[in-house]
């Protein structure tokens, strides 16, 4: 079915939720406090049923800190502490001066106990400050009314995914996800994920790491495997980025990254190959280019009849374009044609293309396009739904399928992963998308959610 026919339904929005304590002072009882204090600020139910809760740590003196550990709880007091993963400030080894604030949000996935408890130990001194909450449970939010909007796929922003990486400090900051769905499991998981760590927009982190779940939802480093798949060093030396994630022929697994060599004014696309998830071939070419002649951002692949095709952005120069490529039976350098530019719907104003992914959904090749400012890197970047019934002809949606601001944990959009489902008999599309917020230094996160549709050609 022709992309621009699409039906397509409004979601339900996530939906902000207070919780009430006891015992709290009133007003008039209230004694600003004279040194850091952790307190609850917020919680909010996505359409997921994720639980998503924010505590904030304030100074309200001028005394300077360090967070020494953050540890939470959930569930009855008898729950042991772990260590907090948070998306935001309040994390392991933040600086804490003057009148600042951090702040730090947990996700509580479907079916979490009521009580969140969160403390937080401080350095100089080894305070430990913490606070707890009782929340009422979360359920998935089904959608219940049906939207017409032709030309437009969209639902509302995800629920972070903790992402184990190999990145130090832990916490689960990545980004671009590359997601495999495997009916039936393959070598024990349904779901396999590639993806770069990125803490603090640190490229020498930034190597392919591996992931699997048996739900989507939680995600564990396979026994056996050591990440990354490949390490470089980072700027201004080789870094690595941009990792997608296939299944190939004779029941392999296929995962390419993409490396920047500034040295050699050089941009190379890589592959790894394995038949059980935890041993990796060595890594081989699958393209190599001069950055004065081509530089291929965000390589997707598909596998089919025999073939790989890989599509990229080529950002040699503004304003970016789409270029496709056929290859041969195996994604050896060698067997590439020459790069056919993409034709592709209107842009955003002052827009052009960044990052990509595509699959192939009954006849039509989809995807999901992150956007930039022209002439800037991942600048203000959103997802634009693209669909074409050729491999070089996509007509594209120019509103963002996500909403680009989710207060707390991102300002910006980046490279995403989609396939075809359905969601409490609705058909739409299954995503894992990256994004940051803009702070001093970012923070990236993995986030996952739904875009539904009334008529979505392919779904089950």
Known sequence: ??????????????????????????????VPPSGPVLEYASSTCTAAGDREVEFALRNYGDAAHVVASVQIQTGPDSNPWKTADLAGTLRKGTALAGHQTLTGTAVLPVGTERRVALKARLAPGGKVLARAVDLSRCEPAVPDEELEQPGRVWGPYGAKRTIPTHASPAGG???????????????????????TP??????????????????GVNWEVPAGLTNPIDDQPGSPGPYNSDTDLQMGPNDTMY?????VIPDLAQERIKYSTST?????????????SSMSVRRPLSPAFIYENGRWYMWAVDMVRSPNRIVYFVG????????????????????QNNKEPWHLSIVKDGNEYIGLLNDTVTGASGREGDL???????????????????????????DRLYRATLYADTEYGKPGYRVWYSARIALNPDVWNVQQTFLHGADVHGSP
């Open 276 to 288: 059980d998830g935890v041993h990796w071939s060595a890594p081989a070419e699958a393209m190599r």
């Open 255 to 259: 995962l390419f990254w993409r490396v």
């Open 198 to 215: 990125y803490p603090g927009s640190n490229d020498a982190w930034e190597d392919p790491n591996i992931a699997a779940s048996h739900n």
């Open 1 to 30: 079915m022709p992309a621009s026919t699409r039906r397509l339904l409004a979601v339900t929005v996530s939906v902000g939720l207070t919780a009430l304590m006891a015992a709290l002072p009133t007003h008039a009882q209230e």
């Open 328 to 347: 041969g039976a195996t994604p050896a350098k060698a067997n590439w044609s020459a790069g056919v530019y993409a034709t592709l719907g209107p842009m």
């Open 384 to 410: 634009l739904f693209i669909a074409g019934s050729t491999p070089t002809n996509f007509a594209s949606f120019p509103m963002s399928a996500i909403p680009r601001l989710k207060p707390g944990q991102h």
């Open 173 to 195: 900051q990545t980004t671009h996800p590359s997601v495999v769905k495997i009916p039936g499991g393959w070598n024990g998981y349904e779901y396999w994920m590639a993806h």
